[in-house]
């Protein structure tokens, strides 16, 4: 999604927005421009479709100097991903703004300044904003007032960043809804739209609250709340950079993702299972509360949801419901009394989630818990518990070490819920023996990568495929099915396994592969009598199957022989086997794996 760079320094600039919006790049995004204020006052501005590599060809051939500058990658939402709708947009040779986020009434803003006679470059929402801020600028407002004046005629999320040819010691910078950071330097200071972007010029970091409008200089910043009133905001400082950034012998940062597992697992484990402070020290008192858990979450994160109502309901034993964020904000829910709402997110920024936690706010909530990646991130803020995963930045926009770390986080919350009663049930000596197990079962399961590779092989010419599970491990088909349609743009669904007769067994043929994912749980039987109904129609089976589970190889049956495991490490090791496959299937079909087309990722507007 749309993601922002704002420079103000002694220093030339240009490299550093450059190097910022690279950084942005895992976002996702589909155009990319630098717009900065030169040595003689002069608006420079420079925009393309396509990546940020066709911007630094064009710098390279025309550079660009100063000590300001704003930079924007865009991620279409109004009009196509042009140059004409690239950000930054400009008023005349006057201002130049970027804009994260959406502006819900832009046409009836646009509307009335095409009647005061302003002409419009672009069909995005975002050009509204800069001729608002001409108005105001022209009309002798500073452009802190112009920025303070026009944000409360704008209905929608924004983060944005503006600078003015005629005031080049500052830039202005405001966030509502979307998110935004200052990064605090020595003679410099920047902004992002998450601290990875200027990583490499700072370690400190100031987090911008809701309404807050920032001015960055040499010297520092000015920092202003909603009502307009000073308002001060702690620093933080981060430790060195994470080698997550960093490929090293990998092609692609999904794979390399995909192997830091055993890694990340064993840090995000390497927390004690049963001391529920690691959700925050108010997390003791919380969960004596709980008597029933709601979960919100989106697309990958909404998978780990699911399988965690598994746990829940069986190990805790109190009601547990899952529901995609973007349906739950718009709809009517009943909340059961002694609630704990749970979130769940790899970015910390995802709209929906985050505006579904804000609304799910009543008298029977006793508690709002983020299962979260990204430290400080929007979601994070607005809850009373935090788990914070250790999976380390994740670059690639299919989600792979952030999803297994939330697993993991979830199992530790059923493990602590558990504690005032139905742990018994959960024994306590197998759960930690289970978990402490993970990190080499994920590298046994590694291990079998050429075997899937092979397997992937039979898939790059279909343009369907089905998955199907049982149980818990249903929202792993769901999970296996998400990463091969959004990374191989193969068309995939997921169905537990004894739905296939009540309607999708009429797409079976020999052109549909069948995805089966067949732990050796009390369902096999019913899986395998479900897995015959295939075969028996001609579809083409790739069973993921407990080496236990007595599967063998045969005409149109591909077997996986994957280690045994219990249900506990089950999702995570057969989620591992299936982040594979799609690799694979992707690498062969030549798609972008880490940038798959119209994905972003940190999905901050609706
Ligand atoms: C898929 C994927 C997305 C995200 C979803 C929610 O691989 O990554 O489906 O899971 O956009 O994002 P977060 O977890 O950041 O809230």
């Not at 904003?129 to 026009?150: D, R, S, Y």
């Not at 969960?287 to 746990?311: D, N, P």
């Not at 995939?492 to 089966?516: I, N, Q, R, S, T």
């Amino acid at each position: 999604m749309c993601g922002i760079v704002a420079a103000m320094a002694k220093r030339e600039v240009a490299d550093i927005l450059l190097e910022g919006l690279r950084r942005l790049e895992y976002r996702g995004y589909d155009s990319a421009g630098i717009a900065m204020i030169d040595h003689d006052g002069g608006l420079q501005l420079h925009k393309y479709s396509g990546k940020v590599a066709i911007l630094e060809q064009a710098l390279a051939l025309e550079p660009m100097q100063g000590g300001i500058g704003i930079a924007h990658t865009r991620w279409a939402t109004h009009g196509q991903p042009n140059a004409l709708n690239a950000h930054p947009h400009v008023a005349g040779n006057r201002l130049a703004l970027v804009h994260n986020g959406i502006i819900e009434n832009h046409q009836a803003l646009r509307q009335q300044l095409e009647a005061d006679d302003t002409a419009f470059l672009s069909e995005t929402d975002t050009e509204v904003i800069v001729h608002l801020l001409a108005k105001a600028v022209n009309g002798g407002a500073t452009l802190l007032a112009a920025v303070q004046q026009v944000i409360p005629q704008l209905n929608g999320a924004y983060a944005l960043a503006v600078i003015d040819t005629e005031n080049p010691e500052q830039v202005v910078v405001a966030r509502q809804g979307s998110p935004l950071v200052l990064g605090v330097g020595i003679g410099e200071t920047f902004a992002g739209s998450d601290t990875l972007a200027l990583r490499s010029v700072t370690d400190t970091f100031v987090y911008l609250e809701e309404g807050d409008v920032a001015v960055l200089e040499v010297a520092g910043y000015q920092l202003f709340a909603a009502n307009g009133e000073p308002v001060e905001r702690p620093k933080t400082r981060l430790e060195a950079e994470h080698e997550s950034q960093v490929l090293g012998d990998y092609d692609h940062y999904m794979l390399k993702e995909i192997h830091e597992q055993p890694a990340r697992l064993a840090d995000t484990l390497a927390l004690d299972p049963l001391d529920c402070t690691v959700f925050g020290p108010r997390a003791a008192a919380i969960f004596g509360q709980v008597s029933a858990v709601q979960i919100l979450a989106c697309g990958t994160s909404y998978h780990a949801g699911l399988v965690a109502r598994h746990w829940i309901e069986q190990y805790v034993g109190i009601p547990c419901q899952v529901e995609v964020a973007s349906e739950y904000r718009y709809r009517q829910s009943v909340t059961l009394p002694g609630t704990l709402i749970v979130t769940i997110s790899q970015s910390g920024e995802t709209a929906d989630t985050l505006a579904a936690l804000k609304i799910a706010d009543n008298d029977h909530i006793v508690g709002r818990l983020a299962i979260c990646n990204v430290d400080h991130s929007a979601i994070v803020r607005a809850s009373d518990l935090v788990f914070l995963t250790r999976a380390g930045a994740e670059i690639g926009v299919a989600s792979t070490k952030a999803f297994t770390t939330q697993l993991v986080a979830l199992q530790l919350l059923a493990a602590n819920l558990g504690r005032n009663g139905a742990l018994s049930t959960l024994n306590n000596e197998r759960f930690c023996a289970t978990l402490r197990g993970m990190p080499d079962a994920v590298a046994q399961v590694l291990a079998l990568e050429p075997t899937i590779k092979a397997m992937a092989a039979h898939f790059t010419l279909k343009h369907h495929a089905l998955f199907l599970g049982r149980g818990i491990y249903h929202p792993i088909a769901m999970e296996g099915a998400l990463k091969l349609k959004e990374i191989s743009y193969i068309h995939a669904e997921a169905y537990p396994a004894g739905e296939l007769k009540h309607g999708p067994l009429a797409l079976v043929d020999d052109d549909m592969p069948v995805v089966a994912v067949a732990p050796n749980d009390e369902l096999l039987e019913k899986l395998r009598s479900n897995l015959e109904e295939v075969r028996a129609r001609g579809g083409e089976l790739f069973v993921f199957a407990d080496e236990a589970a007595g599967f063998t190889a045969g005409e149109g049956v591909h077997v996986l022989p994957m280690p045994h495991c219990s249900d506990m490490a089950g999702p995570v090791i057969y989620t591992v086997a299936l982040q594979l496959l799609s690799y694979y299937v992707a690498l062969a079909k030549g798609t972008d794996v880490d940038k798959p087309r119209n994905l972003a990722k940190s999905v901050t507007v609706e």
